[in-house]
């Protein structure tokens, strides 16, 4: 009874605090700078991340002090626990530290961990849609691709950022990121148009479906074209 009332405490003592460093991160501002805005991730979360990566490793090297190895079987167990825990926590560690996203008047320079630092420019943006997967903002550029997390610091002030540059159509996409962002969808007239548009197209599609007749309409497998393309 005790374990688990202590187990139960710990859980949730770790659950409020990994909250807390969230809502921390998320309420941080970007940096602005010869007028430019520096988005990153926020303090509260590389802090963690370092914790995350260091602190198992630190506690394996004193466990190792106090209690040095035995046998060759001790040693084959630290180099693993080494191992496991540096591959676990360095990807995270590598993200928060490496991820930046640069704005200005004539475009973005995205700094991504894992495939280098590149440019976009504005007119060059096909649009910023948003992902589930993940929890992910994206912006599509022409060749390049970025995502932000819904994590980075100064996310509202990112999402201002594009709405005074791109419509709302190439915004479309970001409608339920925009939700996650506690931000108002600029585009108001498309979220009451979008519904309407839905339901006319069903009652085209079902229309069409009665005027055609049983032998009218094609098989589903697409039979006939490819015989007469076939011939």
Same mark, same amino acid.
């Given at each position: 009874?005790? %374990?688990?009332?202590?187990?139960? /405490?710990? *859980?949730?003592?770790?659950?409020?605090? &990994?909250? !807390?460093?969230? @809502? #921390?991160?998320?309420?941080?501002?970007?940096?602005?700078?010869?007028?430019?805005?520096?988005?990153?991730? %926020?303090?509260?979360?590389?802090? /963690?991340? *370092?914790?995350?990566?260091?602190?198992? &490793?630190? !506690?394996?090297? @004193? #466990?190792?002090?106090?209690?040095?190895?035995?046998?060759?079987?001790?040693?084959?167990?630290?180099?693993?626990?080494?191992?496991?825990?540096?591959?676990?926590?360095?990807?995270?560690?590598?993200?928060?530290?490496?991820?930046?996203?640069?704005?200005?008047?004539?475009?973005?320079?995205?700094?991504?961990?894992?495939?280098?630092?590149?440019?976009?420019?504005?007119?060059?943006?096909?649009?910023?849609?948003?992902?589930?997967?993940?929890?992910?903002?994206?912006?599509?550029?022409?060749?390049?691709?970025?995502?932000?997390?819904?994590?980075?610091?100064?996310?509202?002030?990112?999402?201002?950022?594009?709405?005074?540059?791109?419509?709302?159509?190439?915004?479309?996409?970001?409608?339920?990121?925009?939700?996650?962002?506690?931000?108002?969808?600029?585009?108001?007239?498309?979220?009451?148009?979008?519904?309407?548009?839905?339901?006319?197209?069903?009652?085209?599609?079902?229309?069409?479906?009665?005027?055609?007749?049983?032998?009218?309409?094609?098989?589903?497998?697409?039979?006939?074209?490819?015989?007469?393309?076939?011939?």
């Amino acid at each position: 009874m005790t %374990g688990g009332l202590v187990g139960g /405490l710990i *859980a949730f003592v770790v659950a409020a605090v &990994l909250m !807390g460093v969230m @809502v #921390l991160a998320r309420a941080g501002r970007p940096v602005e700078r010869q007028g430019r805005l520096i988005f990153t991730y %926020g303090l509260p979360l590389k802090i /963690l991340s *370092a914790v995350l990566l260091f602190g198992p &490793l630190i !506690g394996i090297t @004193v #466990l190792v002090i106090v209690f040095p190895p035995k046998k060759d079987g001790d040693i084959y167990a630290i180099a693993g626990c080494y191992a496991l825990f540096g591959c676990l926590g360095l990807p995270l560690f590598w993200e928060m530290m490496r991820f930046a996203l640069v704005i200005d008047d004539d475009g973005l320079t995205c700094h991504s961990p894992w495939r280098g630092q590149f440019y976009i420019a504005w007119p060059e943006v096909r649009e910023l849609t948003w992902t589930t997967m993940g929890s992910y903002f994206i912006i599509k550029g022409e060749h390049r691709w970025f995502r932000v997390s819904q994590m980075t610091a100064g996310l509202s002030a990112m999402l201002a950022e594009f709405e005074k540059r791109l419509p709302p159509e190439k915004m479309r996409g970001t409608m339920r990121g925009y939700a996650v962002a506690g931000r108002t969808f600029p585009g108001g007239e498309i979220l009451r148009r979008a519904p309407r548009e839905a339901f006319d197209l069903k009652r085209w599609s079902e229309s069409r479906r009665r005027d055609e007749g049983p032998g009218d309409r094609r098989p589903k497998d697409g039979r006939d074209d490819i015989q007469r393309g076939g011939g």
